[in-house]
Structures are given as C-alpha cells and as structure tokens.
Antibody
C-alpha cells in the first residue's frame, strides 16, 4: 500500500532553516511527480512546490520562491524540502503528496509534519 | 495566478440531504479541477479529479461536474462520515491554487 511519511518538522526561530523529508513506499517512487502542500493553523490548503519524476522540472509558489528548495532522491525513495530564511507565516503543517497524471492531482498524502516559526 | 472561489464557505445540512458546493475559477481551466475532503486533524483525501472522475474507492454519492470556470461537487445523500471541509484545486497552471474551503456541518 502507498505510504508517505514526513519528518523533520519542529520549532525554529525566524530566519532559521529546516529540512523536511518524506519517505515513500508501496509504489515506484521514480515514476511519480511529488508535491509539498501546507496548511497554516486553522487555515486552508496552500500548494508550495512540485517536482517531476526525474527532478528536472520544479515549480514553487511565489510565497516560498528563493527560500525553499524541493529535491528528491529516487534511489532512496525520498522527497525533501529545504526551507531557509523562515518566517512566522511559514508556520504550518507540511504535507507531502504523490501526484498522478504528470502532476494533475495529488492522490496520496502523508500525515503531515508541523513546522513552527517563532522566537 | 488563477484564483479559486468556493461557495458557500460553510453550510449546515441533515443526513440524507443533497448538498452542492460550487467552485469558480478566475479564468478558464478547462477540466483541470480536483476536489478534496479533509476531516479535522487528518490529511486531505482526493475525491474527484479532472472535474468529474471519481477517485477509486470513493462512494458513488460523490460526483463532480462543470468545465471552464464553474464547477460543482455534489453529495447526493449526505452521510454522517461526510461532515468535513471540502476544497477545490485547479491544476491547469502553476501555482496549483486551492479554494478557501467549504465546511459541511451537521444541522
């Protein structure tokens, strides 16, 4: 069965950095686009970034462009999100998701990892 | 960026009711529209993709319709487990924007 398990969240000070990981299993990871989506406490969903199966195509939301970097290691079945220059407004639960049909929709989601940016 | 607007923002309904949620895009997205259900403390779950295709394992009481700029998620007979927040998302272009959500509550 498809499983996505995020890790790496926690409390970080404004301006700090954090690296999120997503371990994938139960499917051929290298065949799928992958995404990060976040949800601030009590708020709606916000798409953050996606990466193609090969890693050659990447897009970011304007709110994180230049600060966040998505990457993947197909040999390790893992997705990453390097987050730098963190701000209070980056506080959210971060979900990784598997994207079907070349990124058209997210058909499996992890349970999420909480990132809190606060002094 | 394409803006997605859902209506209503919340609704109260009884078990067995027919419920419809509308999602409007700020420009044509053809049929690149997805619907997700989220329960408190849980990850979102895909219900409908490509405007009207039912995701495997999702009950047939859920259906999606529309094209262009206006889309509808319909629950034909609301069940107790359907009380949740529903989000639309466009995948026509990046950023892959979501609607603000519609909370379906028990009447």
């Amino acid at each position: 069965q498809v499983q996505l398990v995020e890790s790496g969240g926690g409390l970080v000070k404004p301006g700090g950095s954090l690296r999120l990981s997503c371990a994938a299993s139960g499917f051929t990871f290298s065949d799928y686009y992958m995404s990060w989506i976040r949800q601030a406490p009590g708020k709606g969903l916000e798409w953050v970034s996606y990466i193609s199966s090969s890693g050659r195509t990447i897009y970011y939301a304007d709110s994180v462009k230049g600060r966040f970097t998505i990457s993947r290691d197909n040999a390790k079945n893992s997705l990453y999100l390097q987050m730098n220059s963190l701000r209070a407004e980056d506080t959210a639960v971060y979900y990784c998701a598997r994207d079907a049909r070349l990124g058209d929709y997210s058909d499996y989601w992890g349970q999420g990892t909480l990132v809190t940016v606060s002094s | 960026d394409i803006q997605m607007t859902q209506s209503p923002s919340s609704l109260s309904a009884s078990v067995g009711n027919r419920v419809a949620i509308t999602c409007r895009a700020s420009q044509s997205i053809t049929n690149f529209l997805n619907w997700y259900q989220q329960k408190p403390g849980k990850a979102p779950k895909l219900l409908i993709y490509a405007a009207s295709s039912l995701q495997s394992g999702v009950p047939s009481r859920f259906s999606g319709s529309g094209a262009g700029t206006e889309f509808t998620l319909t629950i034909s007979s609301l069940q107790p487990e359907d009380f949740a927040t529903y989000y639309c998302q466009q995948s026509h272009s990046t950023p892959r924007t979501f609607g603000q959500g519609t909370k379906v509550e028990i009447k």
